[in-house]
């Protein structure tokens, strides 16, 4: 052991073993996954955290923080930032100590969360459209105040009440664990459970999982140090951090084995195992650790041994379910979404459902495209995945049906399947995708801002109960405004993609 070990373990360890929640904190339960496990051939466990009472492991740093506190932090009462559930442990367990909390949450906050910190009985100020903003808000706030700051992650009484997840999980599994993996925001949790796992067992090997689309760590380890991402995205917000802590850097970077990335598709299919083995229905930050789980194995075939996961929340919205469902099916390979071409003739569109055969149809939009051929857009359950996938493509284009894969096309899943309504050819046209904070009136004012005197020839947007709204449009613009536009949609500040040459566009709504 370095010298750089030993010093993070005199200093965490005392206080981990000695740090007391039990009047607060639930110890959860280790339950297997026995479904999964034989399709991946290795004992999965899970540490099932969505169990505490504010249905998340945050309790449990919130508490030990706030015990460290004197008497006078504690008469000046605290506050944090969050847009969930560390808000919602910081409530429970200054509730619990009769200490005021003011909690700042951003405006992308489901209500569902804000209800629940206002019934813990703690003070809720609405500001910005992210967490960071809302951060800045609250040390801005606790300057003026004098209350006391509660920190998510970086901060050592907060890291040492996340490490106890691991006492727990060792002391309640007497079989050596082989790999432990751990969901990353900011870093807290995966920060306290290694310490312990690699002092209590030398040899097991740390895998932190992070969101693809906001792995503040993993930038942390490929820079050498914490760095800002520029932009992130919210899917899995509960660990949607722009920058990993300082000290959970110094922390994880020593001791984690590495770090591994999972899409939101993947996520969601998470979602789906853990309903099928536990009928827990957990949000999809909760899942990470599991969704890297199944990465790790499904690359690696043949592994055994003993594999744990921290089910770390079930704070999700009820609407999200829809879309959630709706993406595991393409993240578990059970769905195909398919671009089809037949040639308009009568008997044509019969000649291609005898083709599918009896394959199960999730989904099927149809419309003449011209008098020479129309598209289809259909979605196909499979039972074997990619292969399946294949083979299906392979017999419509031996059948003479071109087909264009749709399946991992963001556009075609979020926007066409739900308007292929004929193709149109429009002078000028420019097709965007636009990202917007999702939240009452929401629409409207991203309608306001993108007012101009340039027309509007195409316009999608579905609440898909996310943080973010996504929207689908179509705007003339005449090549002497080239510039004009793009100063245009720079002021605007929303996140867009150009998607003029989308496949999902040009086959279903775009120009004939």
Not at 33 to 43: I, T, Y
Not at 105 to 124: G, H, Q, R, W
């Amino acid at each position: 052991m370095n010298d750089t070990l030993r010093s993070l373990f005199d200093d965490y360890m005392p206080r981990i073993m000695q740090c007391r929640l039990g009047d607060l904190v639930q110890e959860t339960p280790v339950q297997s996954m026995p479904a999964l496990s034989e399709r991946l051939g290795v004992n999965i466990l899970i540490k099932r955290e969505d169990l505490q009472p504010v249905f998340s492991f945050k309790l449990r740093g919130a508490y030990a923080k706030l015990q460290t506190l004197t008497a006078e932090e504690k008469r000046r009462g605290i506050i944090c930032a969050s847009a969930g559930n560390h808000a919602q442990g910081v409530a429970m367990a200054a509730r619990h100590m009769g200490i005021d909390a003011l909690v700042v949450m951003p405006a992308i906050t489901p209500d569902i969360k804000v209800n629940a910190v206002e019934k813990l009985d703690a003070s809720v100020v609405i500001h910005g459209d992210d967490f960071d903003t809302a951060c800045e808000k609250a040390m801005e706030l606790a300057r003026e105040s004098g209350r006391i700051f509660i920190h998510p992650y970086d901060d050592p009484e907060v890291i040492t009440g996340q490490a106890t997840i691991a006492l727990e999980l060792f002391r309640q599994n007497h079989l050596p664990i082989d790999y432990l993996f751990i969901c990353v925001g900011g870093g807290g949790l995966a920060a306290g459970m290694a310490l312990v796992s690699r002092y209590l067992h030398p040899g097991i090997k740390l895998i932190g999982v992070e969101a693809e689309e906001s792995a503040s760590m993993k930038a942390a380890f490929d820079a050498g140090k914490p760095v800002t991402l520029e932009r992130i995205g919210h899917f899995a917000e509960g660990v949607a951090v722009r920058r990993a802590g300082d000290l959970t850097y110094k922390i994880c970077s020593r001791l984690l084995d590495e770090i591994i990335t999972v899409d939101n598709d993947e996520i969601c299919a998470a979602v789906q195992d853990v309903y099928e083995d536990t009928r827990a229905i957990a949000e999809p930050a909760g899942v990470l650790a599991i969704a890297g789980l199944k990465k790790f194995f499904m690359d690696r075939p043949g592994c055994e041994g003993i594999a744990a996961a921290v089910l770390s929340g079930a704070n999700v919205n009820f609407a999200r379910l829809r879309h959630i469902a709706e993406r595991a099916a393409v993240g578990e390979e059970q769905e195909a979404l398919l671009g089809v071409t037949i040639p308009e003739r009568p008997g044509s569109f019969l000649e291609f459902c005898e083709t599918v055969g009896s394959r199960g149809i999730t989904e099927f939009n149809y419309r003449i495209a011209d008098q020479g051929e129309a598209h289809i857009f259909v979605g196909i359950a499979l039972k074997h995945g990619t292969t399946e996938k294949r083979e299906i493509i392979g017999t419509l284009r031996e059948h003479g049906f071109p087909v264009i894969d749709l399946s991992d096309n963001d556009m075609a899943r979020l926007h066409i399947r739900h308007m292929v309504g004929g193709r149109a050819t429009v002078q000028d046209e420019k097709i965007l995708r636009f990202q917007f904070p999702e939240r009452p009136g929401a629409l409207l004012q991203f309608l306001r801002g993108m007012k101009s005197g340039w027309n509007i020839s195409l316009f999608h947007y579905r609440n898909y109960g996310s943080e973010y709204g996504r929207v689908l449009m179509g705007i003339q613009v005449p090549s002497e405004d080239h510039d004009r536009f793009e100063k245009f949609l720079a002021d605007t500040g929303y996140n867009y993609t150009t998607e003029a040459d989308n496949a999902a566009y040009t086959m279903f709504v775009g120009p004939n």
